[in-house]
């Protein structure tokens, strides 16, 4: 279609989760104003790939759900613009993420995220200056299924008759969900999940996964590298949650306090509140099995098989009052956390507590 130059003003690509539509839409972009394309290629040199391989390119816009984040100021409007340092951050680092990891990206995990009528607002705005280079302008709207009646109608009749030389490219997990307003204006392309050897490469050689692993991620993937990436990062949370937890408990068991300190200082250096959160909720959980194992009820704590063992021995040593109280701990942390308390303090304090009431 680049070649032809025949490019359809709007189009949307439809694909399961991670599936890859978005490095595909990059990549097309890319492709499209690249000053010396080769062997149907972006050159990757010029200033446009240049600034596309930052995702930075001044034509290229784009709009994806957002609301309310504690990233912006209390002046500042939830719109896609103020909140694309994020976007940006994340789409460089895994252009296959998936929908709630942009929402932790963007900070408004658990909220409902919507493309809202300041985005139609926005884009009028953008495409009424003229291009500030030579090649195409580029609105690119993921998840179009997020956008409500009146942003649809707002944008219906620009991206019917868009100005010259500027493309609507929508990116969508539910096209069944996409305002029909929209979608019946658009040229759709399903993004077919990927074979599982294809996985498997992008894995080892885009993301330096080792073989083995993206072997087996790829075979239980469903042809979506973001998922299985997802479960590649929730299984190294895992491992490295259970390893702090493991050494915070069996310093404070031990009686050995210097441990147990050190501990807590490297659950404060886990690198964003997204993950120290992610830690008391995970530290929470194994108190709540601790504690079904101590009142002779581990059939149905739900510890894994390798879990047992630490968790039995943690159960066996501590007092009774123990789980309670360190449930509490965990929990106190969060809400510290979530009021930007500092995260050293918050956990030498956790493990001071720890320490005194285990047993
Ligand atoms: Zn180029």
């Known amino acids: 279609m680049a070649d032809s130059g025949r490019v359809p003003h709007a189009m949307l690509f439809y694909e399961n989760e991670g599936c890859g539509a978005l490095p595909l839409v990059l990549n097309f972009c890319r492709y499209l104003n690249c ?15 240049r600034q596309m391989a930052k995702l930075e390119h001044p034509d290229i816009h784009f709009i994806f759900p ?3 984040s504690n990233r912006l100021s209390s002046s500042e409007k939830p719109i896609s613009a103020a909140l694309l340092k994020w976007w940006r951050e994340l789409a460089l680092s895994n252009p296959y993420f998936l929908e709630n990891e942009l929402y932790q990206a963007l900070g408004i995990e658990g909220k409902a995220a919507a493309v809202a009528v300041a985005e139609a607002k926005y ?16 609105v690119v709207v993921w998840l ?3 956008m409500n009646a009146e942003t649809a109608n707002r944008l219906l009749k620009i991206v019917e008759e868009p100005p010259e030389k500027t493309l609507f490219i929508f990116i969508t997990h539910s096209p069944e969900k996409v305002l029909q307003t929209i979608f019946s204006r658009c040229q759709s392309f399903r993004v077919p999940p990927a074979s599982r050897e294809e996985v498997a ?3 080892v050689e885009r993301f330096n996964v080792s073989e083995e692993q993206a072997q087996v991620q790829a075979a239980v993937s469903g042809g979506s590298v973001g998922m299985a990436l997802s479960r590649l990062g929730d299984r190294e949370d895992y491992n490295r949650n259970m390893d702090l937890f493991a050494d915070l408990l069996n310093g404070a068991l031990n009686r050995d306090l210097s441990v147990t300190l050190e501990a807590a200082e490297n659950i404060a250096a886990l690198p964003s509140r997204e993950k120290l959160k992610g830690f008391c909720i995970f530290a929470g959980d194994c108190i709540r099995k601790i504690y079904m194992i101590k009142k002779g009820m581990s059939s149905i704590s739900n510890a894994t098989e390798q879990e047992l063992p630490f968790l039995t021995g943690i159960a066996k040593g501590c007092g009774d ?3 309670p109280k360190a449930l509490g701990y965990f929990d106190k942390a969060t809400s510290l956390i979530d009021r930007n308390v500092n995260q050293k303090i918050v956990f030498c304090d956790l493990a001071d507590r720890i320490y005194l009431s285990i047993r």
Do not use: H, W
């Open 123 to 138: 884009i009028m705005e953008k495409l009424s200056l003229s291009p500030l280079q030579d090649g195409y302008k580029a």
């Open 321 to 323: 009052a123990f789980c």
């Open 201 to 203: 490469r992008i894995l």
């Open 66 to 68: 957002v609301n309310t």
């Open 144 to 146: 179009p299924e997020k």
């Open 35 to 49: 000053r010396s394309p080769k062997n149907g290629k972006p050159c990757g040199e010029c200033p446009s790939c």
